[in-house]
């Protein structure tokens, strides 16, 4: 048997994707050779080897790539989306890094980005909002909502968008998407039984449709962002309060740490930059 299909990867672990097809059908996939750069969201061409399964030739090129990185390797998220969806709460406390780390990503992709406030209904709702205060000041959305209570205000945000969640664990991101799409329990369900996964307890990550033209891809939460593929002007650019001051410093190598006549700095010591975002500026630069 041996048919040539275009395929939308709908669940991927490791080396192993799930392709729907035109009409629907499921299949599932494994790459030619060692190397795997396949990632959700790909749109692939599919050899069918048998009926339910079949090998990809080609990822189709894609208009953008998410994906974390280090020194050694790269981790691919999700591709072709429109919109980062950063799912904080108000408990437990989120990690200000990580989220920065996620918009950056976002930035650098020309993704559009929300940061969802998820368990508004809890008592920490003061304190996470102080802590969003600073990016709500720069422009940032920022939806504030209870996923076990009404999901509603996030559908006008997602119509019309390929949306990929992302947020630590313990944030209501698996509630959040269950609320979106009841039935994506049973989605989950079908997908491990494909993929025999009684012996992983995940995918890498999970697309679904809202509709027939918005989707959601659900990652598994994350602890660490790694940002290795962003140098340091590609940093500065996607702060957007640093922009009405690059080019102003001194000195055109300017580190925005303790050089004279920094703009950055002084634009931070009169008021005009938060004090907290620039630090995660120097934390995430210098590492």
């Given at each position: 048997?041996?048919?040539?299909?275009?395929?939308?990867?709908?669940?991927?672990?490791?080396?192993?994707?799930?392709?729907?097809?035109?009409?629907?059908?499921?299949?599932?996939?494994?790459p030619r050779g060692?190397?795997?750069?396949?990632?959700?969201?790909?749109?692939?061409?599919?050899?069918?080897?048998?009926?339910?399964?079949?090998?990809?030739?080609?990822?189709?090129?894609?208009?953008?790539?998410?994906?974390?990185?280090?020194?050694?390797?790269?981790?691919?998220?999700?591709?072709?989306?429109?919109?980062?969806?950063?799912?904080?709460?108000?408990?437990?406390?989120?990690?200000?890094?990580?989220?920065?780390?996620?918009?950056?990503?976002?930035?650098?992709?020309?993704?559009?980005?929300?940061?969802?406030?998820?368990?508004?209904?809890?008592?920490?709702?003061?304190?996470?909002?102080?802590?969003?205060?600073?990016?709500?000041?720069?422009g940032y959305r920022?939806?504030?909502?209870?996923?076990?209570?009404?999901?509603?205000?996030?559908?006008?945000?997602?119509?019309?968008?390929?949306?990929?969640?992302?947020?630590?664990?313990?944030?209501?991101?698996?509630?959040?998407?269950?609320?979106?799409?009841?039935?994506?329990?049973?989605?989950?369900?079908?997908?491990?039984?494909?993929?025999?996964?009684?012996?992983?307890?995940?995918?890498?990550?999970?697309?679904?449709?809202?509709?027939?033209?918005?989707?959601?891809?659900?990652?598994?939460?994350?602890?660490?962002?790694?940002?290795?593929?962003?140098?340091?002007?590609?940093?500065?650019?996607?702060?957007?309060?640093?922009?009405?001051?690059?080019?102003?410093?001194?000195?055109?190598?300017?580190?925005?740490?303790?050089?004279?006549?920094?703009?950055?700095?002084?634009?931070?010591?009169?008021?005009?930059i938060d004090e907290?975002?620039?630090?995660?500026?120097?934390?995430?630069?210098?590492?």
């Open positions: 048997m041996s048919e040539h299909l275009s395929g939308l990867v709908i669940a991927a672990f490791g080396r192993r994707y799930l392709a729907e097809l035109p009409d629907g059908e499921v299949i599932e996939c494994v060692k190397k795997s750069e396949v990632a959700c969201g790909d749109t692939v061409e599919v050899t069918r080897t048998s009926p339910n399964q079949g090998v990809i030739d080609r990822i189709a090129a894609r208009t953008t790539l998410l994906y974390r990185s280090d020194e050694f390797k790269q981790k691919l998220i999700a591709a072709n989306v429109t919109q980062i969806i950063v799912v904080v709460a108000s408990e437990p406390s989120f990690n200000d890094e990580l989220v920065a780390r996620c918009l950056l990503a976002g930035h650098h992709q020309g993704l559009n980005i929300l940061i969802v406030l998820n368990k508004c209904d809890l008592p920490q709702i003061a304190a996470a909002r102080a802590q969003l205060a600073p990016y709500v000041k720069i920022v939806l504030e909502l209870s996923a076990k209570e009404n999901v509603a205000p996030l559908l006008p945000f997602i119509q019309g968008q390929t949306s990929v969640l992302v947020g630590q664990s313990g944030m209501g991101k698996s509630t959040l998407l269950n609320a979106l799409i009841p039935e994506a329990h049973a989605a989950t369900r079908e997908i491990s039984t494909v993929l025999d996964s009684g012996k992983h307890t995940t995918t890498h990550a999970k697309l679904y449709h809202l509709n027939a033209h918005s989707h959601l891809i659900d990652c598994p939460g994350v602890q660490l962002f790694g940002l290795h593929h962003l140098d340091f002007a590609a940093m500065k650019r996607s702060f957007p309060e640093f922009l009405p001051y690059l080019g102003e410093c001194r000195f055109a190598n300017c580190s925005h740490s303790h050089e004279p006549n920094c703009a950055i700095l002084k634009a931070t010591a009169e008021g005009k907290r975002r620039l630090k995660l500026f120097q934390q995430i630069a210098t590492k």
